[in-house]
């Protein structure tokens, strides 16, 4: 069965310091996908990034980077220079091919980011 | 833009009653799916359908059922409400493709007392 583990429940960090937030899988599929998404307070999950198995690469989106380990299953997810907006819940999840074509998606249990100005 | 959009934001009920949470998607997307989300458990899949009529279980579908009438509109049913059913609900939806993303809803927060 697959899992996500976000072992980190909170995280408190004063503005402008720099945060990560780890993210742990297991699976036996050999293509996944692993997904980082943002809850705000307005309760709306919003998608930030998708990786699939086969590309180890990091990536640099503005203030935010992801550090893909194949070798540790880890997915790990970095905020330079934080800012209060960046307040919220972090999900981090794996994706789990079904039949049909379909897939859905298996959540670890979050990371309530709190930035203080 | 994307838009899938659940029925009510609060919703209190009593326990026995027959609620319905209703779920709306825009972006003719086959796939949608019913979470919920409870403090230190992150979320957790009740029920999914791939298609019109077509459902699965997830992994909590005890005391809930679904329905699939149309392609745009998924609904969750709490059969006989209790109070352990207390909780944030959300909707999602999205392509049948490896590796796309779900949209969701801004979820609703069903208190049942």
């Known amino acids: 069965a697959q899992k996500v583990t976000q072992a980190q429940t909170e995280i408190s960090v004063v503005e402008k310091e720099d945060v990560t937030l780890d993210c742990v899988y297991e699976t036996r599929d050999t293509t996944y996908y692993l997904f980082w998404y943002k809850q705000p307070p307005s309760g709306e999950l919003v998608f930030l990034i998708r990786?699939?198995?086969?590309?180890?690469q990091n990536e640099i989106s503005g203030r935010y980077s992801w550090n893909f380990q194949k070798s540790t299953s880890s997915f790990n997810f970095t905020i330079t220079a934080s800012q209060v907006v960046d307040s919220a819940v972090y999900f981090c999840a794996l994706s789990e091919a079904q039949n049909f074509g379909n897939e859905k998606l298996t959540f670890g249990t979050g990371t309530r980011l709190t930035i203080i100005p | 833009d994307v838009k899938v959009t659940q029925s009510s934001r609060y919703l209190v009920k009593r326990t026995g009653e027959k609620v319905f949470l209703e779920c709306v998607q825009d972006?003719?997307?086959?796939?949608m799916f019913w979470y919920r989300q409870d403090p230190g458990l992150g979320l957790r899949l009740i029920y999914f359908?791939?298609?019109?009529?077509?459902?699965e279980k997830g992994d909590i579908p005890e005391g809930y059922s679904v329905s699939r009438e149309k392609k745009e509109r998924f609904s969750l049913i709490l059969e006989s409400a209790s109070t352990n059913q207390t909780s944030m609900y959300l909707c999602?939806?999205?392509?049948?493709?490896?590796?796309?993303?779900?949209?969701f809803g801004q979820g609703t927060r069903l208190t049942v007392v």
């Open positions: 972006m003719d997307h086959e796939n």
């Open positions: 999602a939806s999205s392509f049948t493709r490896r590796g796309t993303e779900a949209f």
């Open positions: 359908s791939y298609d019109v009529k077509m459902k």
């Open positions: 990786r699939n198995s086969f590309d180890e």
